[in-house]
């Protein structure tokens, strides 16, 4: 079965670091491009950026250019997504994704699913 | 890159109906065929139903279906069960980017 199954939910004060992970199975991970999307509570669906595994190859929204970092180690089939610095506005559930087929360089569909990490940053 | 825009609701009765628009601009619904929708039901990950405009994923019912016309795309639920009853996030291909749409909340009366 593929799958990707993500860390669990984290709870950080601000201008604290974080790291979070997703690991897939089922499938060649090097293979496909994985990304992550922003779930803010009650709110829509973002897209904030992909990595390729096999190569490290990264691409990122503008909206999150620079806000995050996403790194993959494809020797145990795991993507991350990072905060160098949280702020109360980073809290959200974050998904990553598998991509189904890129466009020019860019996602055309997302067709696998973390579970989600739940991240919640308060003083 | 403004989300593409979704009406907030939509309600129907089962066995009935319901379409959901999607409206964007030439820059990304009206000007390329990779739209997806995404179906998510409470404190769910969101599930692809639809991609290429109106493809369907292997074991998506064939009550889904998609399609474009101009800026605009459109989810069409046929035969209205009561697990339809979730959220409806379109997304499209948009050039160097990818945006999604607020999201539609059915409600299967």
């Known amino acids: 079965e593929v799958q990707l199954v993500q860390s669990g939910a984290e709870v950080k004060k601000p201008g604290e670091s974080l790291k979070i992970s997703c690991k897939g199975s089922?499938?060649?991970?090097?293979?496909?491009?994985i990304g992550w999307v922003r779930q803010m509570t009650g709110k829509g669906l973002e897209w904030m950026g992909i990595?390729?595994?096999?190569?490290?190859?990264?691409r990122y929204s503008p909206s999150f250019q620079g806000q995050v970092t996403i790194s993959a180690d494809k020797s145990i089939s795991t993507a991350y997504l990072q905060w160098s610095s949280l702020k109360a506005s980073d809290t959200a559930m974050y998904y990553c994704?598998?991509?189904?087929?890129?466009?020019?360089?860019?996602?055309?569909?997302?067709?696998?699913w973390g579970q989600g990490t739940k991240v919640t940053v308060s003083s | 890159q403004s989300a593409l825009t979704q009406p907030r609701s939509v309600s129907e009765s089962p066995g009935q109906s319901v379409t959901i628009s999607c409206t964007g601009t030439?820059?990304?619904?009206?000007?390329?065929?990779?739209v997806s929708w995404y179906q998510q039901h409470p404190g769910k990950a969101p599930k692809l139903m639809i991609y290429?405009?109106?493809k369907r994923p292997s074991g998506v019912p064939d009550r889904f279906s998609g399609s474009k016309s101009g800026n605009t795309a459109s989810l069409t639920i046929s035969g209205l069960q009561a697990e339809d009853e979730a959220d409806y996030y379109c997304?499209?291909?948009?050039?160097?980017?990818?945006?999604f749409g607020g999201g539609t909340k059915l409600t299967v009366l």
């Open positions: 994704v598998r991509v189904s087929y890129m466009v020019r360089g860019f996602p055309g569909a997302f067709d696998v």
């Open positions: 089922g499938y060649s991970f090097t293979n496909y491009w």
């Open positions: 990595i390729y595994p096999g190569d490290s190859d990264t």
């Open positions: 030439s820059s990304d619904v009206g000007g390329y065929n990779y």
């Open positions: 290429d405009v109106s």
């Open positions: 997304c499209s291909y948009a050039g160097s980017s990818v945006v």
